[in-house]
């Protein structure tokens, strides 16, 4: 029998703890390895049959490279970062109006509906940082280019001419400049007639012309008439139609004398050479025409086929005109240009270029010093054929130019436009000296009154024909009677006549009774 207390003092047993030296890995790795060599056997036979029944797949060592895919949102996102961090880096100008120009160059609108000079700036970068900063350089040295080819464009420019053109030049100074001295002497000899003798003058001419009547009409051709034009001794009137023939009819009693047959499209003008029918043999030459095709014939008053063909121009040539010597032709071409032709060296001694479209019509001065063109660029010019300059330059009119008359004064030239207005112009202080509201439509033809220049009289295609005083301007006469568009008007040398032609296929002498 044990006692509780000898029990209680009895001492536990003490525990011995386990030592183990070194690692478990090598016990683990032989055993691992022990397994492996007893079941190698068995495995590689499974593992064989697993991939020949292609049940297990072994890649050869090939790689399949993976799309790094990052979403729409995430490159936008990137996009915009990249645009703010190119923008922090453009250096935009803080001058408002630099910015505005920089815009515009760009194709940008200047501004935006409440927009301040602070939002245009960002606005420009943030268009910079888009297209780049260099595209603003670029559109500048754009602008430039095209500034300085259009300033190159502007200038005058000359080549040396033919030793033939040389002589012509001084030819027409040796033969104008006795002519203007006569104009002068015979002006300065009417400022001594007294103003009393001059209105009386005056008056009984504006009454005649008020009491202008048509006193023959007549069917020209099957076609539009295109143009008429006086003999230099009032007695014969030649007309160009579109049919292509030209006829001569005796003045006044309208007789179809001989047909002049050689174009075969739309002639555009026929004139008689100046001294056509008082100092000129018939058998010389007395005419010449110009057509659509680019033709001019040279016409005499004996065979009714033309006695020469001036060749060289492509396109339409709308107008001829005769030097008043008679020496010299100019054709004005819808190639831009005029020429001067001498027939006496029998060649092109001009080629002028100078309008920006085709050039209409062409008059000579009374001396023989000027040329005055006019065309579809609405400016007029007046050249001087003794230096070759363009000496007054016409702007003013609106549309197409379609014909020039001087003045025998010699400092008064009348144009008339597509505008439906005749402006006359003084070459003194070349400016424009009145505008004559004249029609309701196009004109087509104006001219002075050969002799004194007196009245001015403008044709139009609303078919009627005006008288207007010279000066003062004031409406004299409408001569109204053509069915259709009045194509050209003629005053006859002597003052007493005057023709008109339409698109009705008719012409018209008028006379004051």
Avoid at 304 to 330: K, T, Y
Avoid at 434 to 447: D, E, F, G, I, M
């Amino acid at each position: 029998v044990f006692s509780w207390g000898s029990f209680h003092n009895a001492a536990p047993a003490v525990k011995k703890s386990r030592v183990f030296y070194g690692s478990l890995e090598e016990k683990e790795r032989e055993r691992l390895s022990s397994e492996a060599a007893s079941s190698a056997a068995s495995g590689s036979d499974a593992v064989k049959a697993g991939i020949e029944a292609g049940n297990i797949n072994i890649s050869s060592g090939e790689t399949l490279e993976m799309e790094e895919r990052v979403s729409e949102r995430q490159q936008e996102a990137l996009a915009a970062f990249e645009r703010r961090r190119r923008a922090r880096q453009i250096t935009v100008s803080t001058d408002d109006a630099e910015v505005k120009a920089g815009l515009r160059a760009l194709g940008e609108p200047i501004t935006l509906f409440g927009e301040g000079p602070a939002d245009r700036r960002e606005r420009l970068r943030s268009v910079l940082s888009v297209v780049g900063p260099d595209a603003l350089k670029k559109s500048r040295r754009d602008e430039e280019r095209a500034k300085r080819s259009q300033d190159e464009c502007q200038q005058t420019w000359y080549h040396e001419g033919s030793a033939s053109l040389k002589d012509a030049r001084l030819w027409l100074a040796k033969y104008s400049l006795p002519r203007a001295m006569r104009r002068l002497e015979a002006a300065r000899a009417q400022r001594d007639v007294t103003e009393a003798t001059r209105t009386i003058r005056q008056q009984e001419l504006h009454k005649s012309l008020r009491n202008l009547n048509n006193f023959c009409s007549q069917i020209g051709d099957d076609r539009p008439i295109s143009f008429c034009h006086f003999s230099a001794d009032s007695k014969m009137l030649a007309t160009a139609s579109w049919s292509g023939l030209c006829k001569l009819w005796s003045v006044p009693d309208c007789n179809l004398i001989r047909t002049l047959r050689g174009h075969n499209t739309n002639v555009g003008a026929v004139v008689f050479r100046p001294q056509a029918g008082v100092s000129l043999d018939q058998s010389d030459v007395n005419l010449a025409s110009c057509a659509a095709d680019g033709s001019v014939k040279l016409w005499n008053l004996e065979s009714d086929e033309p006695v020469a063909d001036i060749e060289g121009h492509s396109e339409r040539v709308s107008r001829v005109s005769w030097h008043p010597s008679g020496r010299f032709l100019g054709t004005t071409s819808y190639d831009r240009s005029w020429r001067l032709w001498d027939l006496e060296v029998q060649e092109e001694i001009l080629h002028q270029e100078g309008h920006s479209k085709g050039v209409h019509d062409i008059h000579f001065h009374p001396d023989g010093s000027l040329a005055a063109t006019g065309g579809l660029d609405s400016f007029g010019r007046v050249w001087d054929l003794r230096t070759g300059r363009c000496v007054v330059f016409l702007e003013g009119h609106l549309k197409e130019i379609y014909s020039l008359h001087f003045s025998p004064n010699g400092y008064h030239l009348a144009t008339g436009s597509g505008d439906n207005t005749c402006k006359v112009w003084e070459l003194r202080n070349r400016k424009c000296l009145y505008t004559v509201p004249a029609h309701q439509n196009l004109l087509s033809a104006v001219r002075f009154q050969p002799t004194d220049g007196h009245f001015l009289l403008t044709g139009a295609y609303d078919n009627t024909a005006k008288v207007w005083s010279h000066p003062g301007w004031t409406p004299l006469k409408t001569l109204a009677g053509h069915e259709g568009k009045v194509m050209g008007v003629d005053v006859s040398p002597d003052g007493k006549l005057i023709a008109t032609c339409s698109y009705d296929r008719t012409f018209k002498l008028w006379l004051s009774e």
